[in-house]
């Protein structure tokens, strides 16, 4: 980060402050950042619910009137205000002109998902013929590994994180049993080592070598979903092809949040849902990837309409010609307005570019971090005080915008106690707290209010609970 000049984002921030001639913790340091925040216009795009609005918030406790604070956006992105007028208008075209719609107007529906695709191949570092807009992803999990896992009997693992999100330890397990294998022997689990959280970058590239020869497809997060943790996906990849495995990756607490290069890299195949940093609501469409050099060598093993060539599609004669790459595993037409919304979020996404989003989440979750460790270090001299461990690798370099927490005290009654003070983060069993201050729409204020209110939350915790347990 040139900003930084080889600082840390600490002593960034307070060489910012002692030029304003204010202390590190004071607000005129939070206000000073969002004035100098120049992207900070892309806020007013978004729709930002009120506190007085969300269910948990004890009114008794906050102004109601003011925004929430919503460090929640790496499991739900916030709703563009554009996606309503989206919607509306292709609701309103299929009320006039019905059938027509699939192949009239600024965005028909036989192919609307294609007249995006090209923002969303800048945002992952991908050509648009090596990306496709569909499905769910596990159900492109699912189509990429019935692709790419072909097991024999020298090689048949697949190597992913022991605490990998469900679904895709699902996916894994449930591939690995379609091919006759079992997961006891197929599935190879990296995990941390004893006493620690995250998983240590030269134990990845160490596992890799020595079991590479029997892997045949390394399946792993961008960003960890439970630590935070950013992984190395160019080194990963690298090695994984130096032992000859098909590398892969599943992108959906990395896209929006993280610099992406997946062509450049050479990553295989990769696959990402779109409601959490993309902002395209609950359920919104998913996407992946196929590397252009698997485009005529590499072929879906489940085939549908969509993946015929749009030239002949129409034809009707069922002789498959198919797309290559990527567009060759597409199934069926999209959901209009599924692709309404992360339209709107993808047009926001365009007015700028994720080195930008990168430089301020840098700075954002700095801030955030810089705070924690400032009021919420564990004191040896006060050891009924309760205290914050970051899980999150501090290294700039291994961290999206994510910070996990675990506390001193039960998570579950800071968490409600949050709540009531109109934050929006989540919990995530058994003891951690995940807390994510978006680019796109949170403010170095925002921070700085979630601050004080975690600061009430704890004690309030801690008086309603009166026990302690170590994180």
Same mark, same amino acid.
């Given at each position: 980060?040139?900003?930084?000049?080889?600082?840390?984002? %600490?002593?960034? *921030?307070?060489?910012?402050?002692?030029?304003?001639?204010c202390s590190i913790t004071a607000q005129d340091l939070a206000l000073h950042l969002d004035k100098c925040d120049e992207i900070r216009h892309l806020r007013e795009q978004f729709l930002i619910p009120k506190v007085k609005d969300l269910p948990p918030s004890d009114l008794? *406790?906050?102004?109601?009137?003011?925004?929430?604070?919503?460090?929640?956006?790496?499991?739900?992105?916030?709703?563009?205000?554009?996606?309503?007028?989206?919607?509306?208008?292709?609701?309103?075209?299929?009320?006039?002109?019905?059938?027509?719609?699939?192949?009239?107007?600024?965005?028909?529906?036989?192919?609307?998902?294609?007249?995006?695709?090209?923002?969303?191949?800048?945002?992952?570092?991908?050509?648009?013929?090596?990306?496709?807009?569909?499905?769910?992803?596990?159900?492109?999990?699912?189509?990429?590994?019935?692709?790419?896992?072909?097991?024999?009997?020298?090689?048949?693992?697949?190597?992913?994180?022991?605490?990998? =999100?469900p679904s895709d330890h699902y996916a894994a397990e449930s591939q690995i049993r379609l091919r006759g294998y079992d997961p006891k022997h197929s599935l190879l689990l990296i995990k941390p080592r004893e006493g620690e959280k995250t998983l240590r970058h030269e134990d990845?590239?160490?596992?890799?070598?020595?079991?590479?020869?029997?892997?045949?497809?390394?399946?792993?997060?961008?960003?960890?979903?439970?630590?935070?943790?950013?992984?190395?996906?160019?080194?990963?990849?690298?090695?994984?092809?130096?032992? %000859?495995?098909?590398?892969?990756?599943?992108?959906?607490?990395?896209?929006?949040?993280?610099?992406?290069?997946?062509?450049?890299? %050479?990553?295989?195949?990769?696959?990402?849902?779109?409601?959490?940093?993309?902002?395209?609501?609950?359920?919104?469409?998913?996407?992946? =990837?196929?590397?252009?050099?698997?485009?005529?060598?590499?072929?879906?093993?489940?085939?549908?309409?969509?993946?015929?060539? *749009?030239?002949?599609?129409?034809?009707? +004669?069922?002789?498959?010609?198919?797309?290559?790459?990527?567009?060759?595993?597409?199934?069926?037409?999209?959901?209009?307005?599924?692709?309404?919304?992360?339209?709107?979020?993808?047009?926001? =996404?365009?007015?700028?570019?994720?080195?930008?989003?990168?430089?301020?989440?840098?700075?954002?979750?700095?801030?955030?971090?810089?705070?924690?460790?400032?009021?919420?270090?564990?004191?040896?001299?006060?050891?009924?005080?309760?205290?914050?461990?970051?899980?999150?690798?501090?290294?700039?370099?291994?961290?999206?915008?994510?910070?996990?927490?675990?506390?001193?005290?039960?998570?579950?009654?800071?968490?409600?106690?949050?709540?009531?003070?109109?934050?929006?983060?989540?919990?995530?069993?058994?003891?951690?707290?995940?807390?994510?201050?978006?680019?796109?729409?949170?403010?170095? +204020?925002?921070?700085?209010?979630?601050?004080?209110?975690?600061?009430?939350?704890?004690?309030?915790?801690?008086?309603?609970?009166?026990?302690?347990?170590?994180?």
């Amino acid at each position: 980060m040139e900003f930084l000049n080889g600082r840390s984002p %600490g002593k960034f *921030l307070e060489h910012t402050a002692s030029e304003l001639g204010c202390s590190i913790t004071a607000q005129d340091l939070a206000l000073h950042l969002d004035k100098c925040d120049e992207i900070r216009h892309l806020r007013e795009q978004f729709l930002i619910p009120k506190v007085k609005d969300l269910p948990p918030s004890d009114l008794s *406790l906050v102004d109601a009137s003011e925004d929430c604070i919503y460090f929640a956006g790496n499991s739900l992105g916030l709703q563009p205000k554009a996606v309503k007028k989206y919607i509306d208008d292709e609701l309103d075209k299929w009320a006039k002109i019905a059938i027509h719609g699939h192949f009239e107007g600024r965005l028909p529906w036989a192919f609307a998902e294609n007249c995006i695709e090209n923002i969303m191949a800048e945002i992952v570092g991908a050509k648009v013929e090596e990306v496709a807009l569909m499905n769910g992803l596990t159900v492109n999990l699912h189509l990429l590994l019935l692709a790419f896992y072909k097991p024999t009997k020298s090689r048949h693992k697949i190597l992913i994180e022991e605490k990998a =999100f469900p679904s895709d330890h699902y996916a894994a397990e449930s591939q690995i049993r379609l091919r006759g294998y079992d997961p006891k022997h197929s599935l190879l689990l990296i995990k941390p080592r004893e006493g620690e959280k995250t998983l240590r970058h030269e134990d990845i590239l160490s596992t890799i070598e020595r079991e590479g020869e029997s892997t045949a497809v390394i399946l792993l997060s961008g960003v960890q979903y439970y630590t935070g943790q950013l992984f190395d996906m160019a080194a990963i990849t690298k090695a994984g092809k130096k032992k %000859g495995c098909f590398v892969g990756f599943d992108c959906a607490h990395a896209v929006g949040n993280a610099e992406l290069y997946l062509h450049d890299w %050479g990553v295989d195949f990769a696959c990402w849902c779109s409601y959490k940093y993309m902002n395209s609501g609950a359920g919104g469409l998913a996407g992946a =990837f196929v590397h252009e050099k698997h485009a005529h060598t590499v072929e879906p093993a489940l085939l549908g309409w969509w993946g015929h060539n *749009l030239k002949s599609r129409f034809l009707m +004669n069922n002789e498959m010609d198919l797309n290559p790459g990527i567009n060759g595993y597409r199934l069926s037409n999209q959901s209009i307005l599924l692709v309404c919304s992360l339209k709107a979020s993808l047009e926001i =996404f365009n007015q700028c570019d994720m080195k930008a989003l990168r430089k301020k989440s840098v700075l954002l979750t700095g801030y955030l971090e810089y705070l924690i460790k400032y009021y919420h270090t564990k004191d040896a001299d006060n050891p009924h005080r309760p205290y914050i461990n970051i899980i999150t690798p501090s290294n700039i370099k291994e961290r999206g915008c994510q910070l996990s927490l675990s506390f001193s005290i039960p998570v579950r009654e800071v968490f409600k106690e949050l709540e009531k003070r109109g934050v929006c983060c989540d919990m995530r069993e058994p003891n951690v707290l995940r807390v994510a201050p978006v680019p796109l729409y949170n403010t170095f +204020n925002d921070v700085y209010r979630f601050i004080s209110a975690l600061g009430s939350a704890l004690t309030a915790s801690q008086h309603s609970n009166g026990t302690q347990t170590s994180p």
